[in-house]
């Protein structure tokens, strides 16, 4: 199946919500996922130089007013999520500078990040970010790393169907 086309990519306006966590479409819903964000990214064996945080997490909240721009690249910053029924989903896609301690030293290092999200039929001047997360690579198993990438896909999908009775809080 071929690509489809993101709202995030279709210039906007479009308003951000993040699901459960913001229901209200606004900048504050990009700063609870930029709050999620640095909840992920700053665990044990990670270090930050304060420059060097500060620009990753603006690196990320970019991308969202971006996304509420219409102005993600396909594919490279968006992307459908081909999963059969599931036609509302898409991934917006990071790739964050870290330095991790590893075996005694110091490793620079690229990990990818994504952020679910939907775009309702029903609203359609709305992103509705579901989950975010650390994609985990398992070198040399494409297949290993696409089946724990479908454990998180199924986490947004399970909370755009548990939100969908309620149109997700939003008004």
């Not at 997490?57 to 599931?86: M, Q, S, W």
């Not at 509302?88 to 990818?112: A, K, Q």
């Amino acid at each position: 199946m071929p690509n489809r086309s993101s709202r995030c990519s279709a210039g906007g306006p479009l308003v951000f919500a993040y699901y459960p966590v913001k229901l209200t479409p606004s900048a504050d819903a990009i700063e609870a996922a930029a709050a999620e964000f640095e909840e992920l990214m700053r665990r044990p064996g990670r270090r930050w130089s304060p420059t060097s945080w500060r620009l990753e997490r603006r690196r990320f909240t970019r991308r969202l007013e971006a996304a509420c721009a219409g102005e993600l690249e396909p594919v490279t910053h968006v992307k459908d999520i081909d999963r059969g029924a599931h036609e509302y989903l898409f991934e917006i896609r990071w790739d964050i500078g870290v330095l991790e301690h590893r075996d005694g030293r110091d490793v620079h290092s690229t990990v990818p990040v994504r952020l679910y999200h939907a775009e309702p039929t029903t609203m359609t001047d709305v992103i509705l970010g579901l989950h975010l997360h650390e994609k985990e690579i398992v070198e040399d198993d494409t297949a290993a790393t696409n089946d724990l990438q479908d454990i998180e896909i199924d986490k947004a999908i399970k909370r755009f169907h548990d939100g969908r009775p309620v149109k997700w809080g939003i008004v």
